[in-house]
């Protein structure tokens, strides 16, 4: 497979897509994005992801890997300078639990913000704030104190997962008009953010926020309406 054309299907506003850019960017990997009209999906993609018939789908050569994290975990299995995933098998489950914590517990605790009424929301915020304390915590005084990045030195699986998502958390901020993370509230979780976004990779792969604003409203919109 060494040598092999890499091709991704992607719609340009995915976070997951996007985890999936990122980590080929940090590795320097070459490949072909192919944007797919979710409201028309392409023959290639229905025979590539025949289960959930979702992006992101990469194709190397001629198999297809669908899945974020396990395209993430391909990628970094095949291509293994830059290391995304600890080598260390204990870090390793550390890893992936928080990442099974911000794709099960975190993100769906946000999502219910969004699809809340004015009377519920306090009560939603206040549940996202309570989870995601845990990541602080986990930055302050826990497995992750002192790093730059959950990864350590550089940019990891988790940063990827995590990272990636939180522009959209921005996004549903400004459309909402509410600040529930803040850097009173969240130092650590804040600082860390603010690396992230320093990135030159980061800032390649994540689109304009006001692009990602109008979108955020359109969604809203179709969901209230």
Same mark, same amino acid.
């Given at each position: /497979? %060494?040598?092999?054309?890499l091709k991704l299907h992607g719609m340009w506003a995915s976070f997951y897509v996007h985890r999936v850019q990122l980590v080929l960017h940090l590795k320097g990997v070459e490949y072909e994005y192919i944007e797919e009209d979710l409201s028309n999906k392409s023959r290639a993609l229905l025979l590539q =992801?025949?289960?959930?018939?979702?992006v992101p789908v990469l194709l190397h050569g001629d198999r297809p890997i669908a899945e974020s994290t396990i395209i *993430? %975990?391909? *990628?970094? %299995?095949?291509w293994r300078e830059k290391p995304i995933l600890?080598?260390?098998?204990? @870090?390793?489950?550390? $890893?992936?639990f928080w990442c099974h914590f911000v794709d099960d517990t975190l993100r769906p605790s946000?999502? #219910? !913000? +969004?699809?809340?009424s004015a009377e519920g929301q306090g009560a939603a915020v206040d549940n996202?704030?309570? =989870?995601?304390?845990?990541l602080e915590a986990e930055l302050r005084d826990g497995f992750f104190k002192g790093r730059k990045f959950f990864g350590?030195?550089? *940019?990891?699986?988790?940063? !990827? $997962? /995590?990272?990636?998502? +939180?522009?959209?958390?921005? #996004?549903?901020?400004?459309?909402l008009g509410l600040k529930i993370i803040d850097q009173e509230s969240f130092p650590f979780f804040t600082s860390w953010f @603010?690396?992230?976004? @320093?990135?030159?990779?980061?800032?390649e792969v994540i689109p304009p926020t006001e692009k990602l604003v109008e979108y955020v409203k359109g969604l809203l919109q179709k969901m209230f309406n």
């Open positions: /497979m %060494e040598g092999a054309p =992801n025949p289960v959930h018939k979702k *993430i %975990e391909y *990628i970094d %299995e095949f600890p080598t260390d098998p204990y @870090e390793r489950a550390v $890893v992936r946000f999502g #219910a !913000i +969004l699809r809340s996202f704030c309570q =989870n995601l304390e845990f350590g030195g550089r *940019i990891g699986l988790l940063d !990827i $997962v /995590m990272g990636c998502g +939180l522009y959209w958390n921005s #996004a549903s901020e400004d459309v @603010e690396s992230f976004n @320093e990135a030159k990779e980061v800032k």
